[in-house]
C-alpha cells in the first residue's frame, strides 16, 4: 500500500487537480479539525463505501486516506477497505492529523475539542434498565440466569463519588437456560432456599460503594474505573473491588456494566464446596459465581 508524508502531500495538494483526501475519523472529528479541502467519509460507518463511491465513482480516482495518524489503525482500515471494493489508487497519510499538525501546517474546523463527559451529580438507577446476569458452574455442566435491581441512587461531585448505594432484589432470581418449567422451579426453589441465598430471610442484597477511582491506562472500550465497597449478601458484609467501564450516552444518561466473579463461601455460602465439603462426586458447585451488571442511572 502506497503511503505519503506531510511535505509531499501538502505538494500534492497544492498541484491544479489535487488527489480526493478523505478524513475517515467520524463527522464530528472533521468538523473539529481536519486537513484543507478534506471530505469525511468515517471508516466506522458501514455506510463507508457508499459514502466514498458518491465522491469518487470512478474506481480508478486518486484517494489518500488519513485519520488521527499512528499508532491507530483507522487510515489503513479505510484503505484495505477501499481496495477489497476495488479502488485502484489509494495512498495513506499514515502520519495524519498529528504529523501535519506537528509540521505547523494548516488545518480547518471549529477547533473544539470532544467534551469529557460529565458525570457530576445525584444518579438514581433505573431498576427496568438494569440487571445482573449470574452465571454457576459445577465441573460439567453451568446454569446462568439474571437477578434484579430493585432501586439504588449515587452522588458525584468534582471527580470523586460521594456516596453510593444499590439494592439487588433477591426473589428475582431467575434461570435463562433451563426450557424445563418444573426442573427450572427446582433450581429456582433450591437457590432461593438455606443451600444458597435464604431469601425468605434475606430478600435484599446491598452493595454500598466506598470509591471509584479512574483507571489511568484505560481505552475507549476498556474499564477506566476501579469500583471498590462492600457487598451484604445473606445478611453477611464482605469488601470487594472491581474495574468497571462507565460513561454516558446520547440522552445523557449513565451506563456502567461490570463483569467479575465473586467467592460465594465468603458470604456463608457453602453448599456443594469442595474446599468445604469431602466426596462431593457430582454434587460439587464451584465456589466462583460469575456476574455481569449492568446499570442504567437517570441525573
Not at 74 to 83: C, H, Q, Y
Not at 187 to 198: G, K, R, S, Y
Request: hydrophobic share 45%; with cysteine; proline share 5%.
Amino acid at each position: 500500500m502506497k503511503t505519503i508524508n506531510a511535505p509531499s502531500l501538502q505538494a500534492i495538494l497544492a498541484t491544479a487537480q489535487p488527489p480526493l483526501l478523505l478524513h475517515v475519523l467520524p463527522p464530528e472529528s472533521w468538523a473539529s479539525q481536519r486537513l484543507p479541502h478534506a471530505r469525511c467519509a468515517c471508516v466506522y460507518e458501514v455506510t463507508f463505501l457508499d459514502t466514498v463511491a458518491s465522491l469518487a465513482s470512478d474506481i480508478a480516482s486518486h484517494i489518500i486516506v488519513y485519520g488521527a495518524g499512528e499508532p491507530t489503525l483507522e487510515a489503513i482500515a479505510a484503505a484495505e477497505k477501499l481496495t477489497v471494493a476495488g479502488y485502484q489508487n489509494i495512498t495513506i497519510f499514515s502520519g495524519g492529523l498529528r504529523e501535519w499538525i506537528d509540521a505547523g501546517l494548516a488545518t480547518e474546523g471549529t477547533g473544539l475539542a470532544v467534551t469529557p463527559p460529565n458525570y457530576q451529580g445525584q444518579w438514581r438507577i433505573d431498576p427496568t434498565a438494569s440487571v445482573i446476569r449470574w452465571t454457576g458452574r459445577n465441573l460439567f455442566n453451568h446454569h446462568e440466569g439474571t437477578v434484579q435491581l430493585s432501586g439504588g441512587q449515587f452522588a458525584i461531585a468534582g471527580d470523586h463519588l460521594e456516596n453510593g448505594t444499590f439494592a439487588i432484589d433477591m426473589t428475582s432470581i431467575a434461570c435463562t437456560d433451563i426450557p424445563d418449567q418444573a426442573m427450572n422451579q427446582i433450581l429456582l426453589q433450591h437457590l432461593a432456599n438455606a443451600d444458597f441465598f435464604l431469601s425468605s430471610e434475606f430478600p435484599e442484597a446491598t452493595f454500598s460503594v466506598a470509591s471509584a477511582k479512574p483507571i489511568s491506562t484505560a481505552t475507549l472500550g476498556t474499564p477506566n474505573f476501579m469500583i471498590e465497597g462492600t457487598l451484604t449478601l445473606r445478611g453477611v458484609a464482605q469488601p470487594i473491588e472491581f474495574p468497571a467501564l462507565i460513561a454516558l450516552n446520547d440522552e445523557g444518561q449513565l451506563i456502567a456494566q461490570a463483569q467479575l466473579e465473586i467467592d460465594r463461601t465468603r458470604w456463608g455460602i457453602s453448599y456443594g464446596s469442595g474446599r468445604l465439603f469431602a466426596w462431593l462426586g457430582k454434587h460439587v458447585v464451584n465456589d466462583l459465581v460469575a456476574l455481569h451488571i449492568k446499570i442504567k442511572a437517570i441525573c
